[in-house]
Each structure stands twice: as C-alpha cells, then as structure tokens.
C-alpha cells in the first residue's frame, strides 16, 4: 500500500497541502540494492544491541528502518569524517526512545561509533546510552528523549541556519543544508511540539523537515485510545506543508523527499506511515513492539522475515561495508568541493570571515565590564530595577552579532528588546529580536537548539513565575551544558498588584536544584553587569533574576568582578565593633541585600550591648560553591562568642539551611543560631510597601525577630 496521494481533509487555512509529488525520478537498482542493505543492518544490529542489553526500544528502529537507510544513505548531506562539518545537515531523534536507531545508522556510515559501543548499548559510561545525549558521541546533534524537545530542538537549529546565513552569504555557501527531525505519536501529543510547529510555520522555515512516524501505536496501546486529531491537518493550520508517504517502500519515500533541495517553501510534515516492529512475528504493529526486547525467538524470527543473517551477532553484510566506502568517498568530494567554495568566500568577503569568526568565538571586550566604561558609569548613577539595568547591558551587548534577544510576548516588560533591531520574521532573518509568542516551553527548547549552533548566544526571558512552563527545556540545556541566558524578571512577591498568581515563591530555590544551572540574582544595577560578565565566562545556561522595582546602588562597582560576583558570594558591609562578642551575619541575594543593610544598621542602632553585623551578598550559590574551603570560612565563619545567621530572600526559605547549618556546627565552643526569613506561602494582590508590611519585609520587623532570637542563644 502507499499512502504519498493521501491528502489531508480540507481546512478553512491558506496552508496548502503539498502537492508536488509527480515522481521526477526513481531510484535506480544499484541504489535500492544498497537501501536494503543499509536497512537490513539497522535491524540486525538494532535488535542485538537492545537483546544483549536486555532493554531498549526495538519498534522504532524495525519500523524506521528504510527510512533511516535513505536518510542516512541518500538524503543527508553530510561526512562522517567531518561530524561538525558547518553546512551539514542536521538529523534529530525527536523519539529519543528509538535511540538502537540512531546509533546503528551513525555507526554504518563510518561515524565514530565503534562496534565496541555498539556491544555497549545502555551500559556504565558508554557512548550509546539509553537515550542519545549531545556530546557522547558523534554525529549526535541534541539530547532527545523527553518527547517532543529534540522537534523543538531542530525549529531552534533551523531558524540558527537562516539568521547564520543572512548575516553572512553573499552567495549559497552558507545556506542549503536541511534539519531533519524524526517524531512519533508521543511527541505530536507533547505541547511543546504544537508551540515549535506554531512557530516553525509562522516563520516559514523551508530549510526543515519533520517526519513523523504514523504508526498508530503509543506505549500503553492503540493510538486511537488517546489520540483521534488529524495531526496533518493541524500542521497545515500552522503553515507546513505535508507530505505522505509508505514507510516499507523506498520509492514511496524518495518521492516524499524528491524535490525539497530545490523546491521547499515552507516547513515540511512528511507522515511515514509504518508499522511499529516490523517483521516481528507476534509483535509487530502492537505496543508489545515499543519498549522491550523481542526475546530470543522472537528477535531470530524477525531477523528471518527481513532477510537477516542469525547465525552472527551484529552481522554487517560485506556488501554494503564495501558500498558505504564508496558512500563516504562521494561524501568527501561535497565536503572538499564545499571547503574550497568556503575558502573562495573568505577571500572575496573578509568582512563577512571577520563576523563569523566572532560568530563561533564569542568574545566580547572586557572594558564593557567596568566601572569607568560609559555603562558602567550610567549604572551607578542612580537606583534602577535590575530589569532596567539588565536592558541597559543587553543593548550595549548587542553591538556583537551572536547575541539574540527573545521574549514569550514580554519584552516590553522583561526588557529583552533590542532597540537597534528588528524582529524576525519570514523576509528577515538578519534581525536580533524573536518574539516567541506566548510559547514559553518552546522559546526555551528552541533557545537550545539556537545555542546548538554554536554561532548565536540567546537571551530569552519571561517573568520568573512562568520559568515553570520552561523547566524541561531549562533541564536539558543543562544537561548538554549550552549558552543560553534566561532572563527572568518580576523575581518577588513585591512586583505588586499583580497578585500571588504572577508573584514566584519557590521558582528561585526551584531553579537552583537543576545541576548545571547557574542561578544569579544581582543586588544593585551595576552587579547586573557582572552577572551577564559571569553568565558569558560560564560553559552552560544561565538564569538571571530580575527585580521589577528599583534596587539602591550598594557600592559593588567598586569591587573587582574576581572578588566579588565572580565569587558567587561575599561581604558586602560590616557594622560595629571587630571584637564584639555577638554577631548577626546577613546573607541575602537581589533586592533583599539592601534590605539587610538597612537590618543591620537599625540593629545596631537598636542594641546597646557589645554586637557587630556583616551584610553577605549571595548572587550565585553555584559560583559559590566553587569556591575553595578557605575562601568559605573567610566569608561565612565567626570568631565571637555568639553568632546568629540570617538568611533573607522574598522566597521560600527551604535550601538556605545547606549554605548556613555546616557553620552552625562548625565551631562547637561558641554558641550559634540560625533564622530564616522568607515567604512560604503565596502572596497577595497590593501595592510594594504594603506587601512588605503584610509579609514583614521590613528592617524594623526583621530587627524585633533577630532581638528575640539572639535572646535566647
């Protein structure tokens, strides 16, 4: 059966379906001789890498195999020996469960996978783990699993191809390559999808692909349990184009393909219909097929239906070894032939060379992070929100060609606008600013694979409390360690009248428990600047929180960055006498800095007897605990008789007791104690100062709280 005629039902939408399936060529008999080898390997080796490993996913790989054998072995432009080759396509495993696949694919053409991690599959430390992860191995161009991503992933790579080429092509040398993304039902269920394909098609990407494997089946059961949409008719609502066609029939699938080198105006859908497992006697087009082994006799039997030889454990016909040679050598002639029109470029357009370069290293002049700079000096001028002050670094950031400003439809609030650009859209790629829409997940998925390209540097920002609608994304930029600055703004409940639905509580604390993601919550306008000085020199994500009402100028400009911010933390001001007996040390972060300071100084006022105070400036607990054992007791360690610590943060106060308890306990012979102030609870619809006196965010109503503690240490 083939289905590329298929057309979708009629829509009320401008959105064609494509039509342009008049079959120009077919492929040839040497050619289809070499896809079914090609896919008779990805099912020999994918079902023994998933029986020896005793788990994976076999439905995937069985059903997708024709389809991976013409990806791999026709369609793509690509060169094994050149994995990061710039003008390659790109091929995503949205389905990251189907990851036997993606490796059996990769480790045929010639990538560098060995057969050793191949024998490997899902062990201790190997470089083809259950699900594929950026960076282990090559030829893998996201980390993919988490359904629905790896789609958002390749709109974000997509759209980084077109911006990179409209800043740099004076002819075709940068443009042309594909993304190629492949999807099952599970990631057209996930909404994140529906939010990349929204925006894929609004912007016209007509150097993407997606392919989706129809085929009926999801985990629990049959697809039409859950699931009864017609998601092709959704995607042409959204602006792509579709395409059918017949996942057993490689003719089927090159007319699917044919003509989108030449032809492509707009995302493509391609919908391969196949059956999930196939080959597998009693499995195949079931669940049962998804995700576990097929078991001995199953696994030989299937292996018999596709023609595969049993007798040998991850058997490769010598025949297509000696074809995927030849492969690799025509693959070597486009990479060279690319390379000399790359090097004819650089020569006609070194302005154009000079950009890229700054495009993949990244480097801005240090003299923008000083006090004497002209920002610098415009920081310290007067009290401003960080969010004000962070608008003010950006546009001066903006000079650089990698830096990409978006917002979830905020930046008028948020402040990521760039105000010497315009946005992007389909006529424009050039322009520094995206605007993501209200699509929060898929603005943090897409900054990822913007990331990914290693050319552009995305900013995107919401408000804080809506980073929980981006925390998946957020996790897995910091699992692959990218660049990407999240700018999270409105940090507190004292963003006002909004009220306790837009007011973060535990988003903070929240956002500090990822591995891998610095967290930085700037005290005064200048220490914005070094904060975006901290999130440049650090190898992955970054999130910047960001206060909606002005924040004092505390005096850390007059701090170098290495003793200060780039610390993580630090004393900030010391009140009273050295050798006083008793001492309340504040550590605190953002706008609640100043309100220590101002703590301190009524509490000094407040006692009579022999008490000093020392104000902590806490920004990033993850460049803190970078930080060497001497230098966290010269911050945090006492030496007076009684100590109280005082945690301050318009937030939940869970987490703070792992900073401050180890200094409890340290120092048995004196006596110490530790308060908490916070917000464990949500908040309330007023203005600032009366959310302040409700939640006693107040130096007069902490001062009476630490009197009371410090009487009974």
């Known amino acids: 059966m083939t289905f590329e005629h298929e057309q979708a039902p009629k829509q009320e939408t401008n959105a064609p379906v494509d039509r342009s399936f008049a079959p120009h060529t077919t492929l040839q008999e040497q050619e289809l001789n070499f896809l079914n080898l090609f896919a008779k390997g990805i099912v020999s080796i994918s079902i023994d890498m998933i029986e020896k490993a ?132 599970g990631c057209m269920m996930e909404g994140v999808q529906y939010e990349a394909m929204s925006l894929a098609g609004h912007l016209g990407l007509n150097n993407l692909v997606v392919c989706y494997d129809a085929n009926e089946v999801c985990l629990d059961g049959p697809l039409d349990q859950c699931l009864s949409e017609n998601v092709a008719a959704r995607a042409i609502a959204q602006g792509w184009h579709v395409r059918y066609c017949d996942g057993r029939d ?101 302005e154009k060379a000079t950009l890229l370069e700054q495009m993949c290293t990244k480097q801005v002049d240090a003299s923008v992070f000083t006090r004497t700079s002209p920002l610098g000096q415009h920081l310290i001028s007067k009290a401003m929100a960080s969010r ?23 930046s008028s609030s948020d402040k990521t606008w760039i105000k010497a650009s315009g946005f992007v859209n389909k006529a424009d790629f050039s322009a520094h600013n995206i605007k993501f829409g209200v699509r929060e997940f898929a603005m943090g998925a897409v900054a990822s694979g913007l990331a990914q390209s290693g050319f552009l540097l995305p900013i995107v920002g919401t408000f804080l409390t809506f980073s929980d609608y981006m925390r998946a994304a957020v996790r897995l930029s910091a699992m692959m360690h990218l660049q990407v ?76 960055f290495a003793e200060s911010t780039g610390r993580g933390a630090y004393v ?34 407040s006692q009579e007897s022999d008490l000093k105070c020392r104000v902590i400036n806490m920004p990033s607990w993850h460049l803190f605990q970078d930080q060497d054992s001497i230098y966290k007791d010269k911050v945090f360690d006492s030496d007076a008789a009684k100590v109280l610590y005082v945690t301050v943060e318009s937030g939940v106060t869970t987490g703070w007791e792992k900073i401050v308890l180890p ?51």
């Not at 974000?156 to 999807?183: D, P, Y």
């Not at 507190?492 to 535990?506: A, F, K, M, R, W």
């Not at 200048?526 to 002005?550: C, D, H, V, W």
């Not at 917000?679 to 009366?690: C, I, K, M, R, T």
Request: with cysteine; proline share 5%; charged share 20%.
């Open 54 to 185: 005793g788990s994976g996913h076999p439905g995937l790989p069985l059903g997708l195999a024709r389809l991976g054998s013409y990806l791999y072995g026709s369609f793509l432009r690509h060169y094994p020996l050149a994995p990061t080759w710039i003008a390659r396509d790109r091929c995503i495993l949205s389905a990251g469960h189907g990851s036997a696949w993606l490796y059996s694919c990769l480790h045929l053409c010639g990538y560098d996978i060995s057969k050793q991690e191949i024998e490997n599959f899902r062990q201790k430390h190997s470089r083809t783990p259950g699900h594929p992860e950026l960076s282990l191995s090559e030829g893998i161009e996201t980390t993919s699993g988490p359904l629905g991503q790896g789609l958002a992933h390749a709109v974000g790579q997509a759209l980084a191809i077109k911006m990179q080429s409209a800043r740099l092509s004076e002819n075709r040398v940068f443009s042309g390559n594909k993304v190629v993304a492949v999807t099952g039902d």
């Open 250 to 350: 490689f003719q089927s699938i090159h007319r699917a393909f044919e003509g989108l080198r030449q032809e492509q105006t707009a995302p493509v859908l391609i919908v391969v219909r196949s059956q999930i497992g196939e080959g597998a006697p009693s499995k195949a087009g079931t669940s049962a097929a998804h995700g576990a082994p097929l078991g001995a006799n199953e696994a030989a039997l299937t292996k018999k239906n596709w023609g595969v030889s049993s007798n040998t454990s991850f058997y490769i016909d010598p025949q297509l070894q000696e074809c995927m040679t030849g492969k690799v050598a025509t693959q070597e002639s486009t990479y060279l032939a690319w390379q000399e029109s790359f090097s004819h470029w650089r020569q006609a357009f070194p």
């Open 388 to 410: 004000e002050s962070s608008s003010l670094v950006l546009q001066q950031l903006a000079q650089y060609p990698f830096f990409i400003g978006g917002s979830a439809d905020l």
């Open 485 to 560: 600055i999240y700018q999270f703004t409105h940090d507190s409940v004292l963003l006002g009248e909004d009220g306790p639905t837009h007011q973060p509580i535990e988003q903070i604390m929240s956002l500090r428990l990822i591995p891998g993601l610095q967290v930085l919550r700037p005290a005064d306008p200048f220490e914005t600047l070094y904060a975006f000085r901290a999130a440049l020199e650090y190898n992955g994500p970054t999130a910047l929180i960001l206060s909606r009402q002005k924040l004092p100028n505390l005096g850390i400009a007059e701090l170098d």
């Open 572 to 605: 900030l001001k010391k009140f009273g006498h050295e050798d006083a007996s008793t001492e309340v040390v504040f550590i605190a972060t953002g706008s609640e800095t100043a309100l220590s300071v101002d703590t301190a100084a009524l509490l000094l006022q």
């Open 663 to 713: 200094y409890i306990a340290s120092k048995r012979a004196s006596i110490r104690g530790y308060l908490a102030i916070g917000v464990d609870h949500f908040g309330l619809s007023a203005p600032e100062n009366d959310i302040r006196q409700e939640l006693g965010l107040l130096p007069e109503v902490i001062v009476e709280k630490v009197n009371n503690k410090i009487s009974r240490l």
